[in-house]
């Protein structure tokens, strides 16, 4: 059984005057391990299908599972329970709380578990290691620079060692090295088998990806499966 | 890192927000714990001044047809020589239960003598305690010291034309005045006052005496039932509680009580109003902050407490500080009401009650955002996802 499995996947929008249907009856099923890129124009429905795999906005009709877990058949409670110990959230935005030094930010998600406050700490610090970040945990966001809050916003991802890693357009505001070199870490990540879906249209870090769906007005135009690097080498 | 945590360090960022919060409570529970604190130290203030007010309970001769005027007894047209009490009864007023609460027992003799050509009101007083007792007379000259000495209220002196160091004729007896009585306002201005023992001596009324005024200590005397015993040790004769003074000074006080409620809730209400705007806009401010929360696994319910936990910590320095400055309030506004004799009371419950007021209102006035906080949703509220 595939780790992630869509099938049939509908999300409309109805507004006064007429529908909008983002994403059309999608089926698709994901390996444990994958390194999928989901990429687009803008409206193909790659957000959408992104925050109806994060728990975070219910579909029209169809079915998602992760794990196993028919996730809309959760109540809210049980979806935050599971968006905290299944995944991994990455903001374009970053997203990071203001008034919260780095490793704060990476505690977030731990501070609604039962750990003891040393473990919770440790674990944090060794998500900003991870992340190249070992010296910066008493540093507030506006004293970071965007690549150093992009890598912040991935400890806090990996902080809870979550199965699944939800990527959206991490590169988006990042100039084209400190792109890569964040491509590499996730790159890193997915090479100790984390599962990591990424929504992205910056063409320039498809290579990473050993799955690329590009989706066009809601629907699957293309799946290319195998190390797509190989695949953009040749042409 | 804990949901405590989070709260103070928003907290921390956000001092200009709390301090504005901060204060509306503060303003709620200073209000109110000054108008506590001022009520209950004016009602100690009353009834420290009816315990120096002189009598609560008047002893009087049995009668079914007296109508009684001094201090109850009316002398006019009716011979008192059958109504009187024996002097030797009043030691059982000592042996009620509640005797600790008595503070004096001043006996008078009342009786009409003859000056000159004038008929006048003649009082015999247990000297002591009659003086004592009676902490508004304001005499010119001394009080009554000695058997041939006596003091004049102010009319009866202007009749029969008395000044301090005269001496006068009563009946067959040389009394000099020792002093005369500042114009009281009451049937005291047309009394002479001399000891009891000459008093009864000339009215031929030895061993018995016509009323007897009673102070009680009231701050926490039920006088009611002080008059039940005191009829119990004394069947034959009438005892019954003066508490119209009472009854009219606390009456005023109630009114000023309700007044001050009234004026606290309105404060308290403003104060809650207060909360509540600024916890909504704290919470729209925060709102793409709690998107992250929830998109980071918090639940509902952990927004919820993140929120109330925010306002409890907040209610709680506010209760704090409005109750000191309450307190502060009061003891500045105290000395002006009082003349400056009574003095405040810290009332560690009344510290604990305005903590307690802070916090239900700071609760109550943040559930509403707390909740609307809660029902947030997590993509509208991170929009980039």
Redesign the interface.
């Known amino acids: 059984m595939a780790f992630i499995e869509f099938s049939g996947l509908t999300k409309s929008y109805v507004t006064d005057a007429d529908r909008v249907d983002a994403l059309r009856s999608l089926s698709i099923d994901v390996k444990e391990g994958t390194f999928l890129g989901v990429m687009g124009p803008s409206g193909s429905g790659k957000?959408t299908l992104?925050?109806i795999l994060?728990g975070?906005?219910r579909p029209t009709a169809g079915r998602i599972s992760v794990d196993g877990i028919d996730l809309y058949a959760l109540g809210?409670?049980q979806l935050?329970?599971?968006?905290?110990?299944y995944?991994g959230?990455v903001?374009?935005?970053f997203?990071l709380?203001?008034?919260?030094t780095a490793l704060?930010n990476v505690?977030?998600?731990?501070?609604?578990k039962r750990i003891p406050?040393r473990e919770?700490?440790d674990r944090?610090l060794h998500a900003l290691e991870r992340v190249g970040l070992q010296n910066r945990e008493g540093h507030l966001p506006s004293q970071l620079s965007g690549g150093e809050q992009e890598r912040v916003a991935i400890a806090?991802a990996l902080v809870?060692t979550p199965p699944l890693i939800l990527a959206?357009e991490p590169t988006g505001s990042l100039d084209s090295q400190t792109s890569h070199d964040i491509m590499e870490l996730f790159n890193a990540l997915n090479a100790e088998g984390q599962t990591i879906i990424m929504v992205t249209h910056n063409d320039e870090i498809r290579s990473y990806f050993d799955r690329i769906i590009r989706l066009r007005d809601g629907a699957v135009h293309e799946d290319l499966v195998g190390r797509t690097r190989k695949l953009a080498a040749a042409g | 890192?804990?949901?405590e945590?989070?709260v103070l360090?928003?907290l921390?960022?956000?001092k200009g927000r709390m301090i504005f919060l901060i204060l509306g409570l503060l303003l709620g529970v200073a209000t109110v714990v000054t108008l506590i604190s001022l009520s209950s130290a004016l009602t100690a203030d009353v009834q420290h001044k009816m315990d120096n007010y002189g009598a609560n309970i008047l002893i009087t001769p049995r009668s079914d047809q007296l109508s009684l005027n001094y201090g109850g007894i009316d002398l006019g047209g009716v011979s008192v020589d059958s109504r009187s009490l024996k002097q030797a009864d009043l030691q059982k007023i000592g042996t009620i239960p509640d005797h600790r609460n008595i503070a004096a027992v001043a006996p008078k003799v009342l009786g009409t003598v003859r000056v000159g050509d004038q008929r006048v009101m003649l009082m015999g007083v247990d000297i002591d305690k009659e003086f004592h007792l009676k902490k508004w007379w304001s005499i010119e000259g001394l009080p009554v010291r000695e058997e041939a000495e006596l003091v004049a209220g102010r009319s009866a002196a202007e009749a029969l034309g008395l000044r301090v160091g005269d001496t006068v004729a009563v009946e067959n007896r040389t009394f000099r005045v020792s002093g005369l009585l500042q114009k009281t306002g009451s049937q005291d201005d047309h009394l002479l006052i001399v000891s009891l023992p000459v008093a009864q001596d000339i009215l031929n009324k030895q061993g018995t005496v016509t009323l007897v005024e009673v102070a009680a200590l009231c701050a926490d005397c039920p006088v009611t039932d002080m008059v039940d015993q005191i009829s119990a040790v004394l069947p034959d004769v009438d005892v019954s509680a003066i508490q119209q003074v009472v009854k009219t000074r606390m009456h005023a006080f109630e009114q000023f009580q309700q007044f001050s409620l009234a004026i606290a809730t309105v404060v308290v209400l403003v104060g809650a109003l207060v909360v509540f705007v600024t916890m909504m806009g704290a919470v729209k401010e925060r709102t793409?902050?709690i998107?992250?929360?929830?998109?980071?696994?918090?639940?509902?319910?952990?927004i919820i407490r993140l929120v109330l936990l925010e306002a409890a910590l907040l209610s709680v320095v506010a209760g704090l500080c409005g109750y000191l400055s309450g307190m502060g309030v009061s003891r500045l506004v105290l000395p002006v009401l009082t003349e400056g004799h009574v003095a405040l009371y810290w009332d560690p419950l009344l510290a604990v009650a305005a903590v307690a007021l802070a916090l239900s209102v700071g609760a109550l006035a943040s559930f509403y955002p707390a909740l609307h906080a809660s029902r947030l949703d997590?993509?509208e509220a991170?929009r980039?996802?």
């Not at chain 2, 992250?292 to 509902?300: D, K, N, P």
């Open positions: 957000s992104l925050s994060g975070l906005c809210q409670e935050a329970d599971f968006r905290r110990e995944l959230f903001f374009q935005a997203n709380v203001p008034y919260l704060e505690m977030l998600p731990l501070a609604v406050r919770k700490r944090a806090r809870n959206d | 890192m804990t949901l945590s989070i360090s928003n921390k960022r956000r793409r902050e998107g992250i929360f929830r998109a980071l696994g918090f639940r509902r319910s952990h997590p993509t991170l980039a996802l």
